[in-house]
């Protein structure tokens, strides 16, 4: 079992920054592929970013530029520095770790962390 602890969130301006963190425990490893995901009210959850093993990122095409992923992986942390946040980037902000170990996969989630940007 692997437990997935965000924090970080908070209230901030447009335009402003935060930086979410999310702390691994249990059976963690660094070969696990880190990620963020978001959901906002009404809407389904969405992938920000994710990084794997490697350091190889992608992200969603509407935080590009804007957010950035890393980890940790002495202290099986992964970060999120969000930057010139905007209205539409108001949302709960889930951790997810995901490996494959055959013949399963094996899918983490934190409880999430509320995001909300607003003047």
């Known amino acids: 079992q692997v437990q997935l602890v965000e924090s970080g969130g908070g209230l901030v301006q447009p335009g402003g920054s935060l930086r979410l963190s999310c702390a691994a425990s249990?059976?963690?490893?660094?070969?696990?592929?880190m990620g963020w995901y978001r959901q906002a009210p009404g809407k389904g959850r969405e992938l920000v970013a994710r990084i794997t093993s490697g350091h190889n990122t992608n992200y969603a095409g509407s935080v590009k530029g804007r957010f950035t992923i890393s980890r940790d992986n002495a202290k099986n942390t992964v970060y999120l520095q969000m930057n010139s946040l905007k209205p539409e980037d108001t949302a709960v902000y889930y951790c997810?770790?995901?490996?494959?170990?055959?013949?399963?996969?094996?899918?983490?989630w934190g409880q999430g962390t509320q995001v909300t940007v607003s003047s």
């Open positions: 249990g059976s963690i490893s660094s070969d696990y592929r």
């Open positions: 997810n770790a995901f490996v494959f170990k055959a013949p399963r996969n094996y899918d983490y």
